[in-house]
């Protein structure tokens, strides 16, 4: 048995917080953003919506897209670094939430690669027979833990999440390989404190050299080569750093997911949220071959070769 994705949802804060409305918070312009991230808006929040909703309403469209029922599901996977307070989990308000009376229920914290390492360790559940269907959601309301007045690390952030439904798929479809790691040593570069603190220049070597590798050994992993990729969806932190992961594969520009520009860095929702806008934007198709990769806090970083389809 292998496990693949039946069906994605997201959730999107209507709030648009563009490059604009920054330069009148803190010391920066639109044209430098641009030009170090790639991004020109995200979307934040409002104060009655925590993590929780979010990952309810991505939650609610991933099951009605998959044509799963709540009170089918196995188990509940969210991802996040942002939950609405240290316990009771996401997941577990989550489940009650949809009626997901059956679902056992857990928070994974491997920050901007969570979505990943929900999606195997769904993975392990569903081809070991113990369950049928997992929920693995990224979600993140990261506006609230963002220095607003930190040029550095306020241009970056957005909040938002995604979902998908795991369950038995055929022989040749669903997860063929994946790799996670993590190097605590650099675990000083991106931490909490009274808010997200990180070092960028050590971040960004780390993800051009990580992300470019993860992605090369997920395939080769999978018995596959550049040539059989058919779309990229990398963490979307920094174009830059996407490019670099993107040219390791030899993929052309329109094969790689680019939704940087447009929600900016929404941490472990990042890379469920750009499956879905490529899905619904026809670019990924039944039998392609798609390759995810992460990294993020820790520094962890996590990768997947899907072929998609049920």
């Known amino acids: 048995m292998r496990a693949g994705i039946w069906g994605m949802g997201k959730y999107i804060p209507e709030h648009v917080l563009a490059n604009e409305d920054l330069e009148k918070k803190v010391d920066t312009n639109d044209e430098w953003i641009r030009s170090r991230t790639g991004i020109e808006e995200r979307r934040i929040a409002s104060d009655d919506i925590d993590t929780s909703h979010m990952s309810y309403y991505a939650a609610v469209e991933a099951l009605e897209n998959a044509g799963v029922h709540p009170e089918e599901l196995d188990m509940i996977i969210v991802a996040t670094v942002t939950p609405d307070q240290s316990f009771p ?20 914290s491997a920050a901007c690669a969570g979505f990943v390492y929900g999606l195997v360790t769904g993975k392990q559940f569903i081809e070991t027979s113990a369950y049928k269907h997992v929920l693995v959601i990224g979600t993140e309301k990261l506006s609230k833990v963002v220095d607003w007045k930190d040029r550095n690390t306020a241009v970056l952030f957005g909040d938002g999440s995604g979902a998908a439904v795991l369950g038995p798929v055929a022989e040749d479809r669903g997860i063929l390989s994946f790799e996670l790691g993590s190097d605590g040593t650099g675990g000083a570069h991106i931490r909490m404190e009274d808010h997200l603190l990180m070092n960028g220049r050590e971040v960004f070597k780390f993800a051009v050299r990580q992300m470019g590798e993860s992605s ?17 969806i990398p963490h979307q932190a920094n174009i830059r750093i996407m490019e670099s992961a993107r040219q390791r594969l030899d993929l052309p520009v329109e094969k790689m997911s680019m939704t940087v520009n447009k929600y900016g860095n929404t941490s472990s929702a990042s890379i469920p949220l750009s499956m879905v806008h490529e899905l619904e934007n026809g670019k990924i198709k039944e039998g392609d071959v798609v390759v995810m990769v992460g990294f993020g806090a820790g520094l962890v970083w996590g990768a997947a070769a899907i072929k998609w389809g049920k």
């Open 216 to 232: 090369l050994n997920v395939v080769k992993k999978a018995g596959l080569t550049k040539e059989d990729v058919d779309f990229l």
């Open 89 to 108: 989990s996401v997941s577990s308000m989550l489940q009650t939430q949809l009626g997901a009376t059956k679902a056992s229920a857990m928070d994974v």
